[in-house]
């Protein structure tokens, strides 16, 4: 078991290359199951959510080769296989997915119910409507989601709640029923669009991803293909407000500016100055945060995704700030950690009042979820003193080498062993 380790105080400075996006690779690598062939599939991150998902297809019979550490080929041809059983979801959300999937391509799936994160309910109910309005049944029997179809149809599907989730698994599902499927309500985030082009360079019919009508008229094949995913739009965030809230100056490069809009909105509400380049944003800061009001909404709103760590600058700065989380039940439960550094914050069900105090101080902290322990690791970079961050093993799904990527623009971080009190050198 490993911990990090960061002493405070550090200003960040430099440039960060920014890894491809965590939430559309685990969309992506199911879909293979589609194409029945070999798929390449190029600037995928190195984090150990992807390397489950591969383990997963490696054990239902696909062929996984890495070509590099960003680039695997999978023929998913020899997967006979419709079960994927507890061990190998308990510790991904993202295992849902291979419903829409396995149902698209065998017209049956039986998968167990998904782990990752503990922040909230996880209700599959809109992706079981979804599945059901195309002719299948589904239903959950001793904790494993079991659906079933003589063949799959379009249909119209309207989300009674925009879903990420449930908007995908219907994507995949529906991509070879018979006949048009209409999506409304459907989520707009860019790894959503993502899938959509990975899906039609493979041969589907998807159009629309990116509003809020998605239109998919089935096909009868799809084929392999190679495809490059875009850079992950959280990883980015995570890196900009971590240069804003340290007064740094970092060139966050490799990004869509343009997914980023609604971080850079409020971080230039709180003090702080963006650039926009091409591909690359710049992110600095040398004068008092300002408090600003945040409330967390579907794509194109503020992603709940970087709540937590923008909620480590609302904890430092000058006013209170308001907080409302419009996606997640139970998303502030790292706010105990930040208050044991000294922030002062009040939550009241969704909403949070944070008042800003004039430093924070390290502490032993855990991380509760993937974004809480990136949260954990900015505030620790603004602490005074020393902080240890346990249960890093939720940051490892979501960051590829971010250990490594922190030291290069100033930060005092490594990995310690709880066994051995000598740092231990950064993996990834």
Known sequence: MEKLVIHGGNRLTGEVEISGAKNAAVAIIPATLLA?????????????????????????????HYINKHTIEVDTKPVNSYIVPHEMTKKLRASYYLIGALL???????????????????????????????GATANVENAMIVASADHLTGSSVYMDKVSVGATINVMLAAVKARGLTIIENAAKEPHIVDLANFLNAMGADVRGAGTDVIKI????????CTYSIIPDQIEAGTYMVAAAATKGDVLVKNVIPKHLESISAKLVECG?????YDDAV???????????????MPHPGFPTDMQPQMSVILSIANGT????????????????????????????????VFQGVEELT?????????RAGAAMIIAGLVARGTTEIEDIIYIDRGYEDYVEKLRDLGADIYRKDFRDDTAQPAAG
């Open 272 to 276: 702080a100055q963006v650039i926009e």
């Open 321 to 352: 700030s308001l907080v409302s989380e419009g996606v997640w039940d139970n998303r502030f439960r790292y706010v105990d950690q930040l208050i044991r550094m000294g922030a002062n914050v009040q939550v009241d069900g969704t909403i949070a």
């Open 104 to 134: 698209g391509r065998f017209n049956r799936a039986k998968v167990s119910l998904p782990g990752g994160c503990n922040f909230g309910v996880r209700p599959i109910d809109l992706h079981i409507k979804g599945f059901e309005l195309l």
């Open 282 to 296: 710049r992110v600095r800061c040398d004068g008092p945060l300002k408090r600003c009001n945040l409330k967390t």
């Open 36 to 64: 029945q062939d070999v798929c390449r599939i190029e600037n995928i991150p190195n984090i150990s959510d992807v390397v489950t998902m591969m383990h997963i297809l490696s054990s239902m019979g696909a062929v996984v």
């Open 217 to 224: 008229r089935g096909v009868t094949h799809l084929h392999g």
């Open 362 to 370: 390290g502490a032993p902290v855990r991380a509760d979820d993937l």
